[in-house]
Nanobody, 115 residues
C-alpha cells in the first residue's frame, strides 16, 4: 500500500504561481510513475502531468509551458510547479502513483485562482 500526502495548494491571483508537493510512502518510490490530476466542480478528473521512473514527462495541452512536474527520489517526493495560473486552473489537485497496474491516490489539495 502506498500512501500519498499532498501539500501546497491555496488561493492565488491570476498570473501567480504555486508549487504542489506530494510525499509518498514506500522504499521503491523511484520505480513509480507519478502524476498529478485535477478535478473541477462538475467536471471529470483529468490528467495534468506525468513523470516516469526514468524522468520523462508528459503534460496536458492546457498546461504545457506553464506547469512543470519533477521528482526527488531521495525525498520520495513529486512536485508540480504551476506558473501563469489562470482561473480555469481552479480545481482539486490529486497526486497519483502507478505501479504494476495499481493506482494510488492522495487526498488532494485545493487550488483556487481568483482575483
Amino acid at each position: 500500500q502506498v500512501q500519498l500526502v499532498e501539500s501546497g495548494g491555496g488561493l492565488v491571483q491570476p498570473g501567480g504561481s504555486l508549487r504542489l508537493s506530494c510525499v509518498a510512502s514506500g522504499s521503491i518510490f523511484s520505480r513509480y510513475t507519478m502524476g498529478w490530476y485535477r478535478q473541477a466542480p462538475g467536471k471529470q478528473r483529468e490528467l495534468v502531468a506525468t513523470i516516469f521512473s526514468g524522468g520523462s514527462t508528459n503534460y496536458a495541452d492546457s498546461v504545457k509551458g506553464r506547469f512543470t512536474i519533477s521528482r526527488d527520489n531521495s525525498k520520495n517526493t513529486v512536485y508540480l510547479q504551476m506558473n501563469g495560473l489562470k482561473p480555469e486552473d481552479t480545481a482539486f489537485y490529486y497526486c497519483n502513483a502507478y505501479f504494476y497496474g495499481v493506482n494510488y491516490w492522495g487526498q488532494g489539495t485545493q487550488v483556487t485562482v481568483s482575483s
